[in-house]
């Protein structure tokens, strides 16, 4: 063989496990798969990117027009821009560093898991009371992001 067909075939070798896994991705009830260069990322139904990429309908009780100042409440106005919407604050790529960034990216996607998912840990009202709770300090902000990344990401 020469070196040229070596190669071909290297090549050959390296992408088909990744196309196979892309084709077969689809099989996995609740597992949404974004295809990466020689891999796949799986994205789980109840994470903030899921809800930003629109793939599912909304809850009704949570339009994706609706501000978060007017869903979390005051002190949410006070801590956020006032025409921040759901929608936005699921799709915030400032949240590595601004941990109420963060909080409220995964308190959106945890308030429609809520109305949208079955068995999920956490009722509307308790997201809502623990979003205005975790707004008084960073640390507190970034401990509610956490668990509520967790549950988010447990959904199913």
């Known amino acids: 063989m020469d070196s040229s067909s070596l190669l071909s ?12 896994d892309t084709r077969y991705a689809r099989a996995i009830p609740g597992e949404h798969r974004i295809p990466g260069f020689l891999y796949t990322r799986s994205v789980g139904r109840c994470t903030p990117q899921f809800w930003s990429s629109r793939i599912e309908a909304w809850p ?5 027009t609706s501000t ?5 409440g005051s002190r949410a ?6 025409d921040l919407t759901l929608l936005e604050a699921t799709r915030r790529n400032d949240d590595v560093e601004n941990v109420f960034a963060r909080l ?6 945890a308030l429609l898991n809520s109305y949208a998912r079955k068995g999920f840990p956490y009722p ?9 709770q975790a707004l ?10 956490q668990l509520f990344s967790l549950a988010n990401q447990a959904c199913k």
Do not use: G
């Not at 009704?60 to 994706?64: A, E, L, T």
């Open 136 to 145: 008084v300090s960073a640390q507190a902000a970034a401990d509610q992001a």
């Open 9 to 20: 075939l290297l090549v050959l070798v390296l992408l088909l496990p990744c196309s196979l």
């Open 77 to 82: 106005y006070e801590r956020y821009r006032s």
């Open 60 to 64: 009704i009780m949570v339009p994706q």
């Open 104 to 109: 409220v990216k995964e308190a959106s996607a």
């Open 68 to 72: 978060v100042s007017k869903v979390f």
């Open 124 to 132: 509307a009202w308790r997201v809502k009371t623990l979003v205005i």
